[in-house]
Structure formats: C-alpha cells, structure tokens
C-alpha cells in the first residue's frame, strides 16, 4: 500500500491526507470535519474546472445529485425562514462535490481507499480501546470524563454522545473492506464484533439496535464454512450484553430492560403507543401539526426550531403549540421530512429511495458483494422508520451518511470479496 502512496503526486497525497484525518477530525467536531469537507470539494471542484474531465461511471449519479439539490433548492426558496434553510439548502452542493470527486479520485488510482481505510480502522480501534477504558475506569486514558460517567461512555469526545453512531458509521465499513483475506479473516472478524460490543457500551440504544438490525440479515449472507464463526462470536457477544443488562444496578438494564422492554409491555407491546407517550412523541405530534401548516412544501429546512420562538411566528396557531418542547429537529428522519419538506419533498426522496433500492438489487444479483450488502444496510439504517435518529442535514450525520454513499458506490463498481 505504501508504494502506491509513494507513486501518487504531491497534490494527491495531500488529498490522501485530509481523507486519513476525517475520523479524527469527526471526533474533535463537527467544525474540523466540516472544514475538511469544503477544503476537500475545493480542490475537486478546481481540479474539474482545470480538467473537466469525470469518469463516465459516475455520470448518472452525478446527475441524480443534482436532482436532488434542486428539490433542496425549491425548499429554500418556500422556506418560512431562509436565514435558517441557506447553508443546509443552497451549500447542500458541497456534498455534490465532495462525493463525485472522490469517486472521481478513487476510480482513478488503484489501492488508494486501501490506504484511506487501514489509517481509519487504526484510529477507530484506538478510539474504540479508548471507550473500553473509560467505561471500566470512568475516566479516559487522557483523564476525561462524561457527563454522565456512570450511564454514557464518549472517550476523546467530551459531552458530545455520538461516539456509537461514529463507530458503526465508520468503523465497521473500514474494517469489513479488508474481510477477504483467509489468513488474517478470523482476527478481522474478531475486531468487528468488539466494535459492536463496544457501540453497546455507548448506550446509544437506537444506534445499537439498528446495528444489530445490520448485522443479523449480513450473517445469512456468510458463505456456509465461515457460517459457524460469525455465529459463535455472535451468541459470545450477545451472552456478555445479556450480562451485563441483567446486572442489578445497571445502566444497561434501566435504559434497555426497564426505558423499553418494560414500558413496551405497559402499552401491550404496542410501539407507536410506547413512542406517544414519551418526549419523541411530543416532537412528532408538533412535527404533524407543522405538516399541517404547510402541507406541500413544510416549513423549510432547518426550521422545526421555530417552535423555540413560536411567538415570534404570527402563523402559528400558540394554542396548537403551547406544551411544546423546544428542540431543533424531531429526532425522527420521515417527521422532519414531512415536517420541515413537506408532501413534495417526501415523495422526492421516495423516487430517489427507490431508485437507490432497484440499483443495489440488480447490481447484488450480479456481484454478490457482501461489502456492497452492508453498506446499502447501512445507509438503509439514517431511513429506520420508527427508531429515533439525529437530524439528517447535520454536519456529523451528513458527513458520515455521504462517506458511506461515496464507499457504497466505489464498491458497487470495484466490489471486493467478503468469505
């Protein structure tokens, strides 16, 4: 792999660079990895202009991207409040950039995702020992601690309790790339079931159960002599969370057995009653009510948090909205749609949605690229109806759901073997 790095021009190993550090730069904050982002689609878009030259394997996706960034940009334009919708709507075309570029990139020069991926499943286990740590000695290996030591474990990332989303996005879509290789096959899965175990160990629940929701329909795919591997490791992991939860004092048991299972059983294991009667039920009810407000396009963008300053809103009905919680987004992907995009936006992503499902369908008939199977999981999971999840459009959710569709692509095109 070095001596592909060692061949590539002082520009393209700086590019190299920035793609290594993205992990890191996710961790530091969304800032960092948002000015990586934009440096990188820079250097992209000056090199097309320079160029104009893109692999024709790419067209058709370009093309759909743009399909997409007009809908976003007829948003802006009924958005209650613009000042709100412009970076999310109008910038949207960074993303544009970022992922046709570097498919664009990678196409290019044999091995160099290779390179971008050791670097990233390094840092990601570091980062991963690291959450171990603090989730046995309360405290890091640098001495941090979290808000809510005894509950939440988020290593070098402070308050910020995103640390499982980071490693199931990015983590475990690095490390299965290189899941073909007999000699070193049962290490490899060895690493990505202690990436599962330690995403159960953020106690993010919505992104471990989505994660397990990945996982379970990957391992029937498994060719039948690796079979029995995956699922020894597979009843180790879940025997050491069953532990775990059923600990008297446990975290994991408050937040899984008692904040689930036994309110699900209150409600007669009826979900949508369960969610109705907790705060994410609140966002949806205020996420309906906006719907209603402006049925065809929403209220734009980035404009649920109105309901924070509803009396500087004459439209608003106050009495509609008077028990409302103020929070930025509906922690919920189809009520923001709906909410925020309206009947026009959720149909549009629906087409798209769609598109996305035939095109994996006709291409995994032909391929049988597990890899290319996780990664459209994956992607599937920022859609899980139901499941709480963070705003779409946020600089870290973003990043991390555009890396994976810029992974997804390139192996749909270069899918490499997983036994």
Request: aromatic share 20%; net charge positive; charged share 15%.
């Amino acid at each position: 792999m070095l001596e592909n790095y060692k061949s590539e021009t002082v520009g393209s190993k700086f590019i190299i660079l920035l793609f290594c550090l993205l992990p890191v730069s996710l961790i530091i904050g969304t800032g960092v990895s948002e000015s990586i982002v934009i440096f990188i689609s820079s250097i992209f878009l000056i090199n097309f202009i320079l160029e104009r030259n893109i692999s024709s394997k790419i067209i058709t996706l370009l093309y759909i991207l743009i399909f997409l960034w007009i809908i976003l940009i007829i948003n802006y334009f009924f958005s209650i409040d613009k000042s709100n919708s412009l970076l999310r709507n109008v910038f949207f075309i960074k993303y544009i950039i970022f992922v046709i570029g570097s498919l664009d990139f990678l196409l290019k020069r044999s091995n160099v995702l290779k390179i971008i991926l050791f670097v990233w499943s390094i840092i990601l286990l570091i980062f991963a020992v690291d959450l171990l740590y603090q989730f046995i000695f309360k405290q890091n290996i640098f001495g941090i601690e979290t808000k809510y030591k005894n509950i939440r474990v988020s290593g070098f990332m402070g308050d910020e309790f995103k640390a499982g989303t980071l490693m199931m996005g990015l983590g475990l879509s690095s490390i299965l790339f290189f899941l073909g290789n007999s000699k070193k096959n049962f290490f490899l899965i060895c690493l990505i079931f202690f990436l599962v175990f330690v995403v159960f160990l953020t106690n993010e629940r919505s992104t471990f159960i989505k994660l397990i929701s990945i996982l379970i329909p990957f391992i029937f795919f498994i060719k039948k002599e690796n079979i029995l591997k995956y699922l020894i490791l597979f009843l180790i992991l879940i025997s050491t969370i069953t532990i775990l939860t059923i600990e008297r004092e446990s975290s994991f048991k408050r937040r899984y057995v008692h904040q689930i299972f036994v309110e699900l059983k209150r409600n007669n294991f009826n979900i949508f009653n369960y969610i109705e009667k907790t705060e994410y039920g609140d966002h949806r009810k205020d996420a309906i009510k906006l719907f209603k407000y402006y049925p065809i396009t929403g209220v734009g963008n980035k404009n649920f948090r109105i309901l924070c300053k509803k009396n500087e809103y004459e439209f608003l009905n106050k009495k509609d909205f008077e028990d409302s919680i103020c929070t930025t987004h509906p922690h919920q992907f189809y009520y923001e749609i709906l909410s925020e995009h309206g009947i026009f936006g959720l149909i549009s992503f629906l087409i798209l949605f769609f598109i996305f499902i035939i095109d994996f369908y006709n291409n995994f008939k032909i391929h049988k690229s597990l890899y290319n199977l996780f990664l459209f999981l994956l992607i599937l999971s920022f859609f899980f109806p139901i499941l709480p999840s963070g705003s779409f459009f946020t600089s870290f959710n973003a990043t991390i759901f555009w890396i994976n569709f810029i992974l997804y692509f390139y192996s749909r095109i270069n899918p490499p073997k997983i036994q």
